[in-house]
């Protein structure tokens, strides 16, 4: 990976979860020892761990991959994936069955925009 890949990954990741400490009123920061040691991109959130992708190109699946194990190395966390091209909108892709507990629908998953997710967050840690 390039640096300037790097650089527009960080950028990406800052941009996201910028908006995410917006839409959740608490400070959301990237997890800057990923670089480092492996890991998500966000584990601010309870319960989530968060990985981003910023690319020219959209979705790729492998990046869900990632996200999926990224949470179970994370300590059983739910799986998020944030992603974005370039002149679009954040999406958000989790698990069906983290958002709706009650269907039996372990391999689906779901997309929304990030406000949609900062809704499903807030449900999610509720005390």
């Known amino acids: 990976m390039s640096a300037s890949q790097r650089a527009k990954g960080q950028r990406g990741e800052r941009e996201f979860f910028g908006l995410m400490s917006d839409l959740l009123g608490s ?3 990237r997890n800057v020892d990923q ?3 492996g890991g998500a ?13 910023r690319h020219e190109t959209g979705f790729r699946e492998a990046w869900w991959g990632q996200a999926v ?3 179970a190395a994370a300590g059983d966390r ?3 994936l944030a992603y974005r091209a370039s002149r679009q909108p954040w ?5 069906l069955h983290d958002v709706a507990v009650d269907m039996d629908c372990s391999d ?3 997309e929304m925009s990030a406000e949609t997710f900062a809704l499903v ?3 999610s840690i509720k005390p």
């Open 35 to 37: 670089v480092r040691n």
């Open 27 to 29: 400070c959301v920061r």
């Open 108 to 110: 689906a998953w779901v």
């Open 69 to 71: 194990y990224q949470a």
């Open 78 to 80: 739910m799986p998020a």
């Open 121 to 123: 967050v807030r449900e």
């Open 41 to 53: 991109d966000g584990l601010d959130v309870p319960g989530w761990a968060i990985e981003v992708k």
């Open 91 to 95: 999406r958000v892709r989790v698990c």
